[in-house]
Structures are given as structure tokens and as C-alpha cells.
């Protein structure tokens, strides 16, 4: 219940007013320091950008974050119909090198998007 308040708020907060234009979001300290895109960078434009339906501009300001969302969207809407038809939710046994390939995922995501 309280990540989907969160959520919620996160989504209005994000839908009336704009990161490209507004200060009060913050800014990537790797990137001020660096000026390299760490894997997070765009996705705060990515996530206002999908809630306006401007699908391209999302993957183009960050991939992997649009990529995350819509899995995160395919569970919730198969998790709600196992819960509709009275079906047991999913129950994924993950790998034990799953850490480890989402880690090489999102330093792969890294390194190309900087060069």
C-alpha cells in the first residue's frame, strides 16, 4: 500500500511538472563530477516523458530504465491476473548469478552509453 502511494505521488509529481525545465529536481553528482552518464541518468526525464506517452524521447533519455518499467508493468498485470482468476501469485526462483548478470547488464549499460 505504501509503495503505491509512493508511486503515485512520484507519478503526479512527475506528470505536472517537467525535469527538463524545473530546478527542484536534483542533478547526477557523477556526472557534475565527471561528465560521464552514470546508468540512472535520463531516467528522471525517461519516467516524465512515459507518463506523457512520448515513448521515444523516454529510451532515447535512458533505455534500461524504460526497459525496467515495462517488466515491472508485465508482472503487475500477470501477478493481477493470477490474483482476478484465484491463481497462486508467481513464484520465480532466481539463479544465484542473478545478481552478478544484472550487475554485468547495467556496467555494459554504462560503458556504452559513454562512448
Known amino acids: 500500500m505504501l509503495i503505491a502511494a509512493a508511486a503515485s ?3 503526479l509529481l512527475y506528470y505536472f511538472y517537467s525535469p527538463y525545465t524545473d530546478t527542484h529536481f536534483p542533478g547526477c553528482a557523477l556526472r557534475s563530477l565527471t561528465g560521464l ?3 540512472a ?3 528522471q ?4 516523458d512515459l507518463l506523457h506517452g512520448r515513448i521515444a524521447s523516454a529510451v532515447h533519455n535512458n533505455l534500461l530504465f ?3 518499467v515495462v517488466l ?3 508482472w503487475f498485470v500477470v501477478e493481477s491476473i493470477n490474483v482476478f482468476r484465484g491463481r497462486p501469485s508467481l513464484r520465480v526462483r532466481w539463479p544465484k548469478r542473478t545478481p552478478w548478470i544484472l ?3 547495467v ?3 554504462f560503458f556504452l552509453r559513454n562512448l
Do not use: E, M
Not at 526525464?45 to 516524465?48: D, E, G, L, N, P
Open 9 to 11: 505521488l512520484a507519478g
Open 37 to 39: 552518464d552514470c546508468p
Open 41 to 43: 541518468c535520463g531516467s
Open 45 to 48: 526525464r525517461a519516467f516524465a
Open 66 to 68: 524504460v526497459a525496467t
Open 72 to 74: 515491472l508493468v508485465l
Open 103 to 105: 550487475l554485468g547488464v
Open 107 to 109: 556496467l555494459a549499460f
